[in-house]
């Protein structure tokens, strides 16, 4: 039987059940001392964790615990990280996943943790934050164009987002110590934080700066924005800081949609969350 195939949730190139993670310094046997490799396998996550669903999807989080213990053997990994979210299913999968891998694991967040991306980053033992990055919580929302949602519907929605909040909420708690009300009303407000501001909130550890003999103009802001899903999921949020909003643009219109099957495909995406509910 043919795999079913998972919903869209963002505009992409990636394919369905294709890995949107990345190996670098790494062999299938491990790391140093094993097969000569002197560096520390890197597993990155550059743009959105998934553009697709993994509600209902068994075969990618398979491919990422395999990758995952294939390449890190066990042992120490950096997860390098610029993205501005995604899917929180597969967010909360792969933050389990690594959880659960016996190594030690340093996060390394070279432009941008946001949104979901937040919980991925939180499963590391150490978190650094390069000198520019950013990082960024806020409450869990759902988009809407042209869906068809009745009362049960919307409210099962939001107890789904209300659910999704409070899990949230437990993962910074745990980290920072901060108050489970401060961090709500911090989510409410779509916070921003500098490397020295998570930082002094507990939400990383330590902030490094790598030098760079006469940086362009712009170099710092553009580390967050280096591809095209970075841009992208900018623009769904509110309070960007100056210099993102700039390079993303973020005040441009959206995209009409153009076509019914564009149409019907929005719906899909809006009715995600309601189909978990309504299959338990």
């Known amino acids: 039987m043919e795999p079913k195939q998972p919903i869209r949730c963002f505009e992409g190139v990636t394919k369905p059940h294709e890995p949107f993670w990345r190996w670098s310094n790494a062999t299938e046997q491990g790391a140093a001392g094993k097969t000569g490799v002197t560096a520390e396998p890197e597993l990155e996550f550059y743009g959105y964790i998934s553009e697709y669903s993994w509600f209902d999807d068994d075969i990618t989080p398979k491919k990422f615990k395999t990758d995952l213990y294939r390449f890190g053997n066990g042992g120490p990994i950096t997860i390098r990280m610029n993205s501005g ?9 792969i933050r389990s996943t690594l959880i659960d891998y016996p190594g030690r694991k340093t996060v390394r967040i070279d432009g941008l943790a946001a949104s979901a991306a937040t ?17 960024m919580i806020h409450d ?20 789904e987002l209300k659910s999704a909040k409070g899990g949230l909420v437990d993962v910074y708690e745990a980290r920072t110590g901060i ?3 401060r961090l709500a009303k911090m989510m409410v407000n779509e916070t921003w934080m500098n490397a020295r501001e998570a930082v002094d909130l507990g939400f990383a550890d330590e902030v490094i700066a790598v030098p760079q003999p006469n940086p362009p103009a712009g170099a710092a802001a553009n580390a967050a924005v280096a591809n095209t899903a970075m841009v992208n999921a900018i623009k769904n949020f509110r309070n ?11 005040g441009d219109a959206p995209q009409p ?7 019907a495909k929005l719906r899909a995406e809006s009715q995600l969350l309601c189909k978990k509910r309504s299959t338990e």
């Open 257 to 263: 949609v153009q076509n019914n099957q564009q149409a």
């Open 240 to 250: 960007v800081p100056a210099a993102l909003a700039a390079l993303a643009r973020v």
């Open 85 to 93: 979210g995604g899917d929180m299913i597969a967010a909360s999968v």
């Open 119 to 135: 919980v991925v980053a939180l499963a590391g033992n150490v978190i650094q934050m390069q000198d520019t990055s950013f990082f």
């Open 179 to 181: 108050s489970r009300d």
């Open 140 to 159: 869990p929302m759902a988009m809407f164009f042209l869906a068809a949602l009745n009362i049960e519907e919307m409210s099962r929605l939001l107890e």
